[in-house]
């Protein structure tokens, strides 16, 4: 395990992530991704079927998304400029958790790099745990108990689309317990109960604390790379790129086992009943 910053990631040599069934594989990645919370395997190329089993060995491969953010079924999915049926496929994005507009962020993610620009759209991660803690003792007794709104309105076939959901500022890293920022410069609007003079320049200051250099692994990407990373522990952020470049990455989502059986209840629940 290679130590790739601070306060994140590893890259993990001389393991086949395809090579799963192998108990001693699956406990090397596991330990990787518990002690670093990102593990980086260098141009080593998966199939989608393989990128999927690696996933599994942290929780259950998710299709959740929101209204119209992700196909119903689906196990992948690229992040693209070439390909019509994704969105948020160039340009540059702020920091964020996937899905904290929805109750459940997701648990994980993993991106494998299909085709690169030849420079530009750089992944960032930043360690939302180690920033919560460097934050000044009067600022975190500020947000342990305030709640803020995370926001996403888009797109797609026509329609516009608005996810919203309001969490606490400060979650916790199920595994550990340990408190982390939510808050990020791409979804959370605003802080509900507080004007916004005084709500933007509180948001503006945990943005930038989660923005600080010294907490933050960029990832300057080469083909077949793979990245497997903690969604709640850590936020992400992309540069930009050109967009005449096609930029393609496939994504793999994952749920706690939790989080999957009460996904699956409540679909179970909203199913009509057929005599």
């Known amino acids: 395990m290679r130590p790739l910053s601070a306060h994140v990631g590893c890259e993990l040599i001389g393991v086949d992530p395809r090579d799963v069934d192998s108990p001693q594989v699956a406990a090397a990645i596991r330990e990787a991704y518990e002690r670093y919370h990102l593990v980086l395997f260098r141009g080593q190329e998966l199939s989608e079927s393989q990128q999927e089993r690696l996933c599994e060995l942290i929780g259950v491969i998710s299709a959740r998304g929101g209204k119209g953010y992700a196909k119903a079924g689906r196990r992948s999915a690229l992040v693209s400029n070439r390909n019509g049926d994704v969105i948020f496929g160039d340009g540059e994005l702020s920091f964020h958790s996937d899905l904290t507009f929805l109750e459940w962020p997701l648990k994980a993610r993993s991106?494998?790099?299909?085709?690169?620009?030849?420079?530009?759209?750089n992944t960032l991660f930043s360690n939302a745990n180690a920033a919560y803690e460097a934050l000044p003792a009067s600022m975190r007794a500020r947000i342990d108990n305030l709640c803020a709104r995370h926001a996403v309105a888009y797109e797609r076939d026509g329609q516009q689309w608005l996810d919203e959901h309001t969490r606490p500022i400060?979650?916790?890293?199920?595994?550990?317990?340990?408190?982390?920022?939510m808050a990020s410069r791409a979804v959370t609007k605003d802080i509900p109960g507080m004007e916004r003079p005084e709500f933007r320049a509180m948001l503006k200051q945990l943005w930038a604390q989660i923005e600080r250099e010294e907490f933050i692994y960029t990832h300057v990407w080469q083909l077949h790379d793979l990245i497997l990373w903690d969604n709640v522990m850590l936020q992400h952020a992309r540069t930009t790129f050109d967009p005449a470049e096609p930029r393609t990455l496939?994504?793999?989502?994952?749920?706690?086992?939790?989080?999957a059986a009460l996904e699956s209840a409540a679909q179970q629940q909203s199913e009509p009943v057929t005599a």
Do not use: F, M
């Open 111 to 121: 991106l494998h790099a299909l085709q690169l620009p030849k420079s530009g759209g």
């Open 170 to 181: 400060v979650g916790h890293h199920g595994p550990t317990g340990k408190p982390v920022l």
């Open 250 to 259: 496939r994504a793999v989502s994952i749920d706690s086992h939790e989080v």
